[in-house]
């Protein structure tokens, strides 16, 4: 279930008042989807610093939180990725381990913030897994990410997982085309295999473009490490980096499918709430075009649908033939 970061809020703060705050949240969303926000307004309600005071009225005065850089002091560390290499090494999260054993004020929560922690590389996600398996008491472990994917299963399983809506452009970066192509399938050809395939085609022409397009980005920063760093470090190091950018392609690669996925499901959403009455919320367009269809596309067949597309998306993280999953799994959820 994803929540809207207020909604977020008020589940961190109302386990916090029971003394029940795990020592460690996974914030995920994609971009804009007000990750920072959200860890900066708990790790003020950490500190004491949500209310100050009342008013006239005895109505408490919340003070608005100040961004995560302006927390930081002795008990608040906020870590994020380098700026040329765009990594968290295991040497931050070691110095970040070795903090969180010192000393602070008697009842002070210790907070450590890692923003976009799937750039941690294996060393680093390895020995932060010790934090998380034995943190300190009165500890705080917040994790934020657009893609948690990419973390160690080990990682993702000790974690509370706090996982935002935002607010989704859906039609951005190829998502347009592919709503469209959806549109064109519901007006003349929903439910058929030529549809299906039709759908299947352009999710694939999307996704192949974005993953030349993250290929290309990737490549040009590892070809500007090397021209920076060919003369000062050795080939083991710049092998790293060439294994470490090839994983980075791979993260993206994975949330740009799975963004893919979003649009579809987005879409199937907003074709359910047509058939029950209700307004679309993503695709006003989707409206007449579900008006026209058949009666045998009932609620129960797009719910079966949408099902069939969550199992594909289940399969694609095996380590199942994705192509063949693909054309399999669009041909049930749309054929």
Known sequence: MAFLSEQAYEHIARAFEHGRLAHALLISGQRG????????????????????????????????????EEQECDAVQVLRPEKKSRIIPVDSIREA????????????????????????????QNA?????????????????TAQPQTLLPTILSRCVQLPLMGNNDYRADGGDDLVLTMNRVAAASFGTPWGALTIKSAFSEVLDQRKKEIDQ???QLYSAEKKHYAQTTDGVWL????????????????????????????????????????????????ASLIANLPDSVTITSLLQRVEALEDLRSTLNTNASEQ????????????
Not at 44 to 63: E, H, N, R, V
Not at 100 to 114: E, F, R, S, T
Not at 324 to 335: N, P, T
Request: proline letters at 6%; charged letters at 25%; one cysteine or more.
């Open 239 to 286: 092998r790293e980096r060439d294994e470490f950018h090839e994983a980075a392609k791979r993260a993206a690669y994975l949330g740009e499918r799975s963004r893919l996925f979003d649009v579809m499901m987005a879409w199937m959403a907003d074709a359910l709430r047509c058939k029950t009455g209700t307004p679309c919320e993503d695709f006003p367009e989707v």
């Open 217 to 219: 980005e990737e490549d």
């Open 33 to 68: 989807a007000g990750k920072e926000a959200l860890a900066a307004k708990i790790s003020w309600l950490l500190q004491g610093k949500m209310a100050q005071g009342t008013d006239l009225f005895g109505d408490p005065i919340i003070s608005d939180p100040l961004p995560l």
């Open 128 to 144: 932060f897994l010790k934090t998380l398996e034995e943190p300190p008491n009165n500890t705080v472990l917040m994790l934020l």
């Open 97 to 124: 381990e070795n903090r969180l054993h010192m000393a602070v004020a008697q009842g002070q929560w210790k907070i450590v913030i890692i923003v976009d922690c799937d750039r941690m590389n294996p060393q680093a």
């Open 324 to 335: 063949l999953a693909i054309e399999c799994g669009f041909l049930k959820a749309f054929g």
